[in-house]
């Protein structure tokens, strides 16, 4: 028997031709950002608030239909194994949404322990 830790939406996105990947916890109301390239890019903060804004509105609207109060989202930008070229972000993405269970260990590691190469080849 398994326990779910993760109970939640993956939003793979692309901009610029970049791909990374949100994964909101819904119980916690969590949104964590997996990139593969790092946090520090400029157009990032605009887009991680838009993000942040239009799921809050989301819940917002399903709050009102299940009478419950909203909880504020809040933004968690996780340390991933940055990809070694410029185009294996889509393929980290895919890993990425197979792999996250929310708790960041991976086989006793977490993410930032394992090499780019370690997670595509984890099957």
């Known amino acids: ?26 119980r916690t109301r969590q949104l964590h950002v997996l990139d593969s390239i790092g946090h520090g890019i400029q157009y990032r903060f605009k887009i991680d608030k838009a993000m942040v804004d239009r799921l809050q509105h989301l819940f917002e609207i399903l709050d009102e239909f299940s009478e419950k109060s909203g909880a504020q989202i809040s933004l ?40 780019t190469v370690k997670v595509i080849l984890i099957t």
């Open 1 to 26: 028997m398994f326990s779910v830790k993760f109970v939640g939406v993956f939003v793979p996105t692309v901009f610029k031709e970049h791909w990374w990947l949100y994964a909101l916890n819904c």
């Open 76 to 115: 968690l930008k996780e340390n991933v194994p940055l990809q070694p070229n410029s185009y294996d972000c889509g393929i980290l993405v895919v890993k990425y949404m197979e792999l996250w269970d929310g708790s960041q260990h991976l086989e006793g590691n977490t993410f930032p322990n394992y090499t």
